[in-house]
């Protein structure tokens, strides 16, 4: 009888220790939960997002290197959703044919009346530069749309661990006041209260470890896929170049 007594009063399973655990401890475990929670649905999303967002870039990209004129990408680009490429592709045509439009204009005003006509006004150097950035900044917008929540994985993986420490910091502190106050310090008495402490640290190193290693593969996730952008850019201006249009 003292035998189970004593099996009782000791927790044989992490469960266990959990429900006999102080509350600070509890408190700090549920927070745990709700940001391993968050971080896994997170990476989920993220998982989504990116996989939608890749399959189409792809699809699209390899009817658009299909297309040998521009008026066949542009019908292309109309009947595809709109995702990140061909937003990207109407963006360079749209700006392209403002430019010309503006820049012939102002050709026929600067010419004299009676003369022949002004040939069609091509792009400047800084308009190219300008198409370069908007290019840029179109495809900067699709990544931090994709990519708007991992800040928030980088901040569970590095917050987490320090949290299972605070837990576990209280943890011993709890427990020398009990042994303080029973007067007893054999180990026996501090290993339940030690492991009980331990238990946050744990946990929180179950919640740092899989929002680490999300955070580093879809960040690397998401760079490939911007530089998947960043050509696309290169060979929509190339097409322009070619159809005579910069």
Do not use: C
């Amino acid at each position: 009888m003292l035998l189970q007594a004593s099996r009782g009063a000791v927790p044989s399973s992490p469960v266990e220790l959990v429900l006999n655990a102080t509350r600070e401890t509890q408190v700090v475990l549920a927070l745990l939960v709700a940001l391993s929670l968050l971080s896994w649905g997170i990476m989920f999303a993220v998982w989504r997002s990116l996989g939608k967002a890749t399959k189409a870039a792809e699809k699209f990209r390899y009817e658009f290197d299909r297309s040998s004129r521009l008026d066949e990408a542009g019908l292309l680009a109309k009947r595809a959703p709109p995702d990140a490429l061909p937003r990207i592709f109407l963006r360079a045509v749209h700006f392209v044919s403002d430019a010309r439009v503006a820049n012939q204009q102002v050709r026929e005003r600067a010419t004299p009346v009676g003369s022949d006509a002004p040939a069609v006004a091509t792009l400047s150097g800084s308009q190219i530069e300008t198409l370069h950035l908007i290019l840029d900044a179109e495809a900067s917008d699709e990544r931090d749309r994709i990519g708007r929540f991992l800040p928030w994985l980088a901040t569970i993986g590095s917050v987490s661990p320090l949290i299972g420490l605070f837990g576990t910091v209280l943890g011993i502190i709890e427990s020398f006041i009990g042994i303080a106050s029973k007067g007893s310090g054999n180990l026996s008495a501090v290993a339940p209260g030690v492991a009980e402490a331990l238990i946050a640290t744990a946990a929180a190193l179950a919640v740092a470890i899989p929002a680490t290693f999300g955070y580093n593969i879809f960040a690397g996730r998401l760079n490939r896929f911007d530089g998947r952008m960043e050509s696309f850019g290169t060979a929509v201006i190339a097409l322009l170049v070619r159809e005579g249009r910069i």
